[in-house]
């Protein structure tokens, strides 16, 4: 059984700064590309960074610049530091990752439960 848990999220004021983490766990194989998404009320989810297993990494214009992805492959997890926070990054976040259990198997995607992060003063 596959999981990712999410951590870090919680109340920052505007400006202010968190560290998402992300814990893959369970019987694994290879870990992929691992990806943060959002989804804030009311709104479709949208991607917001992925890094790939080289490391190579991608953000959405609305990040660039205040956000970074990055990733511990060993210890399988990804973390999103979140730098010069507005009050429209308000969502739920979630980790997104694409791995396979076996050697034969292909790479499955997988969905943590997602962590709050409220920007307010």
């Known amino acids: 059984q596959v999981q990712l848990v999410e951590s870090g999220g919680g109340l920052v004021q505007p400006g202010g700064s968190l560290r998402l983490s992300c814990a893959a766990s369970?019987?694994?194989?290879?870990?992929?590309?691992m990806l943060w998404y959002r989804q804030a009320p009311g709104k479709q989810r949208e991607l917001v960074a992925g890094i790939t297993t080289g490391g190579s990494t991608s953000y959405a214009d609305s990040v660039k610049g205040r956000f970074t992805i990055s990733r511990d492959n060993a210890k399988k997890m990804v973390y999103l530091q979140m730098n010069s926070l507005k009050p429209e990054d308000t969502a739920v976040y979630y980790c997104?990752?694409?791995?396979?259990?076996?050697?034969?198997?292909?790479?499955?995607?997988?969905w943590g439960q997602g962590t709050q992060v409220t920007v307010s003063s």
């Open positions: 369970g019987s694994i194989f290879s870990v992929y590309a």
């Open positions: 997104n990752a694409f791995i396979s259990v076996t050697t034969v198997q292909a790479p499955r995607e997988y």
